[in-house]
């Protein structure tokens, strides 16, 4: 992925910790080698910070909440009747390739300020009841985090002689829910996916 993205003149970030610094000249050499491998930009942060951030985010934006809220959408829009196309179109096509990738360039504001009214209106007035709704339980997993339950139980987990088997299961079950089918039957439609 990082060759990929470099190759197309981006960069994903990089974070970096310093705790002993005898030349005084970490720092210099740490953003230098970050530079090197094609970072687009660098951070400073501590360990503790890294762990916690990085942890907290798989569980919740980058991964898990991710999940949670496109299987709670795709499921109510089916329940009331609309196709698995349809579904997975207005829950994820939408959003991954027509929105994130704007917000990726320009930023949120720039989508409220550049969608359309009804758009705009339906997201300033729902997206504080979902903050409300997700910060109670983002706070709960940061906990869990901090309290060193959610390494516990990765390690735990992973220590286990099945844990493979078992991590396969689980990996199916999200694989075979009906919108991730849904996903690789429309994919292939995507004009960048038509043979030429």
Known sequence: YQRRVHGEGRGINASFAIHQDYTGRARDRVLATAMGIGCGHAF???FEQEVSSDLTGERCVLMGMLQGAFKA???VLRAHGHS???????????ALCSLYPLVQQQGMD?????CSTTAQRGAL?????????????????YQSVIRGDEARRSISLNS???????????????????M????????P????????
Request: glycine share 2%; hydrophobic share 35%; aromatic share 10%.
């Open 44 to 46: 400073e942060t501590t």
């Open 73 to 75: 959408q795709y499921d």
């Open 84 to 94: 698995p196309s349809e579904a997975y179109n207005e829950t994820i096509e939408e």
């Open 110 to 114: 720039w989508m409220y300020a550049n």
């Open 125 to 141: 007035d729902w997206a504080p009841k979902f903050e409300a709704a997700l910060k109670p339980v983002i706070e709960e997993c």
């Open 160 to 178: 286990e002689p099945d844990y493979r088997v078992k991590l396969e299961a689980e990996l199916a079950a999200v694989a075979d829910q009906e």
């Open 180 to 187: 991730w089918v849904a996903g690789r039957a429309l994919r």
């Open 189 to 196: 439609l995507r004009p960048e996916n038509q043979k030429k």
